[in-house]
């Protein structure tokens, strides 16, 4: 049964920074995508990054230059790195991961999600 516990989010003013952390139990996914998405209020989910078995990473062009992604295998926590914060970051953050490791920003194709953490800059 996988698990995923985000953790890090809170209010901040514009131009301020904040990590997430997504821990994440229960896998045994020899590949993988992981990636964070967020949800603003009447808004859909987006991608925000991704990272897969290979490395490789995506970004949605908003935060590309402010945000990034990383991954700790030995601690099973995936990371986002989040600077030079905008009020239109404000949202629900929430990380996923699956098996498929070719998911990329894929929002309604990731299997598991953890339950969010709040981000507010203003």
């Known amino acids: 049964h996988v698990q995923l516990v985000e953790s890090g989010g809170g209010s901040v003013q514009p131009g301020g920074s904040l990590r997430l952390s997504c821990v994440v139990s229960?896998?045994?996914?020899?590949?993988?995508?992981m990636a964070w998405f967020r949800q603003a209020p009447g808004n859909e989910r987006e991608g925000v990054a991704s990272?897969?078995?290979?490395?490789?990473?995506h970004y949605i062009d908003s935060v590309k230059g402010r945000f990034t992604i990383s991954l700790d295998n030995a601690k099973n926590t995936l990371f986002l790195q989040m600077n030079s914060l905008l009020p239109e970051d404000t949202a629900m953050y929430y990380c996923a991961a699956d098996s498929r490791w070719w998911l990329g920003l894929q929002t309604k194709s990731y299997t598991h999600w953890g339950q969010g953490t709040q981000v507010t800059v203003s």
């Open positions: 229960g896998n045994t996914y020899t590949k993988y995508s």
């Open positions: 990272v897969d078995t290979y490395g490789l990473t």
